[in-house]
């Protein structure tokens, strides 16, 4: 990741997690639409025990709106709210509001038995690096937001953003480290750019995203760079090369280069809308 993780600063964002969730009602849970299991924290089912739960399928745009229905579907059936969102163009963000007031509906239900009235839902915006969260508070919140300040007592130290009568939101979001220790996400999110390229392979992993392009996306690669998907996932970098007129001195083919412009491309949604992970087949 951007960020590099040690044990200590793990235990660190958990202790910090685990002092901010009791100050809130409702955990805000951006995952990346492209892969939305690989940037999952695998603890923040554990932390937020007993929260009401809103998870966003953040960079909707950039995943294929077939999978992207297929995800939301998925989560939903595990019991969380889902919404569907593009932090950067702001889509999605009216339908947060509902969502907001629907899962913490019980909240609202035994404050107003207890009498209380008026006690705005209290939420926090957690996820793993690069997902999306600062874009999102900044999208979500928008500029005429006023942070609330430290409430003396109760929230010592911490910001509030009000977004209305209803709602305050934690102003920093907590960050959660993914599960690297596996293999797969790791490279998962390597393709989607939330780990440091110098220190990956890319000319590696862009014959795993061109077979992956090939078997899932059929026609995207030729459609993109006028080429033939045809032949070994070598044969298909080189004619990207090609394309590009990607060329080290001697006429000699660079194939890092194709691999830079074939992940800038995949990243910014330029190949199309494009999701890696799909709905486990069973769980559909
Ligand atoms: P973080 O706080 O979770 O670490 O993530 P951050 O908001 O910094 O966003 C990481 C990158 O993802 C940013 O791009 C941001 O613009 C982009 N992003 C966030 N939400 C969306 C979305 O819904 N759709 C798309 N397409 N992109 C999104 P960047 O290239 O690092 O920065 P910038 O060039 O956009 O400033």
Redesign the pocket.
């Known amino acids: 990741m951007?960020v590099q993780w040690y044990p200590g600063h793990m235990t660190k964002a958990k202790r910090q997690m685990q002092e901010d969730i009791k100050l809130i009602d409702l955990i805000i849970e951006?995952v990346d639409s492209r892969v939305p299991l690989a940037s999952r924290n695998p603890d923040i089912d554990e932390l937020g025990r007993n929260k009401a739960r809103l998870i966003l399928l953040?960079?909707?745009?950039?995943g294929d709106e077939r999978q992207n229905e297929a995800w939301k579907a998925y989560f939903q059936a595990k019991g969380f709210y889902v919404v569907k969102?593009?932090?950067?163009?702001g889509a999605g963000m009216k339908a947060i509001q509902a969502a907001i007031q629907e899962a913490c509906k019980e909240k609202t239900e035994r404050d107003r038995r207890r009498g209380i009235k008026n006690r705005p839902i209290r939420a926090m915006v957690v996820?793993?690096?690069?997902?999306?969260?600062?874009?999102?508070?900044?999208t979500f919140a928008g500029r005429a937001c006023a942070k609330t300040g430290n409430k003396p007592g109760v929230t010592k130290g911490k910001q509030w953003i009000r977004l209305n009568k209803n709602v305050e939101l934690l102003d920093t979001?907590g960050?959660l480290w993914p599960k690297f220790e596996d293999e797969e996400v790791g490279m998962r999110l390597a393709y989607i750019g939330s780990i440091k390229d110098d220190i990956l392979n890319l000319e590696e992993l862009s014959l795993t995203l061109i077979d992956f392009l090939r078997e899932k996306y059929a026609g995207a690669l030729e459609k993109r760079y006028q080429i033939a998907e045809e032949g070994t996932a070598v044969q298909v970098l080189e004619a990207i090369a090609r394309s590009r007129g990607c060329l080290k001195k001697g006429e000699e083919l660079d194939y890092a280069k194709a691999s830079l412009i074939l992940f800038d491309d995949f990243r910014?949604?330029k190949i199309g809308r494009i999701t890696l992970e799909w709905v486990p087949q069973e769980e559909k």
Request: glycine share 10%; net charge positive.
């Open positions: 951007n951006l953040n960079k909707s745009d950039l969102v593009d932090s950067r163009s996820g793993i690096p690069n997902v999306g969260k600062s874009t999102f508070i900044n979001p960050i910014s949604g």
